[in-house]
């Protein structure tokens, strides 16, 4: 099964300033999907970004960018800019490509702070 | 923009209860999702749900629980006798197709079980 895995449980940023937000997946798979998900506290988890496998340019989302390297299977999420509204707890996620699996596979979380 | 919402936020139930947690799915949306969150733990994949019949589950998903479209527009997760360890938060999602689709998450409901 795919194990995505979230090293920092917490992490914060001065407001205005850029802070990186770190996930590892270990997969067979040579097509996926991966994601970054944001939940403010008591809201629902919303979609901040994704990012196709087959795909080696990263993508990006207004101020949300990531650094996508396939061969490390790293798939980190850099916040430029950091705003009071961005603290939240992040979810990276991992979902198989169609037919092999639709669920998604979560790690632990970052918790954000952002310090005005 | 239309969201995924679950009723109730909270629930505490006994041990050996049943629960109904409720989700209101996007309205075009074709495909729903249950997952929870064992406090302190990762989200976990419970059930797919697709034409009115399970597509797929996790080793999670046993007997002691069940999954209805009992309408055009509720999808519920059934609980028939509760455990301690059934504690914890529940998603719902849905997705419009299941092609790489991104799903839309419900706020969850927190359940707790004495």
């Known amino acids: 099964a795919q194990t995505v895995t979230q090293s920092q449980p917490e992490m914060s940023v001065q407001e205005a300033e850029t802070v990186t937000l770190s996930c590892t997946y270990d997969t067979s798979e040579s097509d996926y999907y991966l994601f970054w998900y944001k939940q403010p506290p008591s809201r629902q988890m919303i979609l901040v970004i994704r990012?196709?496998?087959?795909?080696?340019q990263n993508a990006t989302e207004n101020r949300f960018s990531v650094n996508f390297q396939k061969a490390a299977k790293s798939f980190s999420l850099k916040i430029s800019d950091s705003q009071l509204g961005d603290a939240a707890m992040y979810f990276c996620?991992?979902?198989?490509?169609?037919?092999?699996?639709?669920?998604?596979?979560f790690g632990t979380g970052t918790s954000l702070t952002v310090i005005p | 923009e239309p969201e995924v919402t679950q009723t109730p936020s909270h629930q505490v139930t006994q041990m050996g209860q049943e629960v109904i947690l409720r989700c209101v799915p996007i309205?075009?949306?074709?495909?729903f999702y249950w997952y929870r969150q064992i406090l302190g733990q990762k989200v976990e994949f419970l059930v797919s749900f697709y034409n009115n019949e399970i597509s797929e589950k996790s080793e999670i998903f046993d007997d002691q629980f069940s999954v209805e479209r009992p309408d055009g527009s509720n999808f519920t997760l059934k609980i028939r006798s509760t455990k301690l360890e059934d504690s914890a938060m529940y998603f719902c999602a849905s997705s419009e197709f299941v092609s790489g689709e991104t799903q839309y998450f419900g706020p969850g409901t927190r359940l707790l079980v004495l």
């Open positions: 309205s075009n949306h074709l495909y």
């Open positions: 996620a991992y979902r198989s490509i169609p037919n092999t699996g639709n669920q998604f596979y």
């Open positions: 990012q196709e496998a087959y795909k080696q």
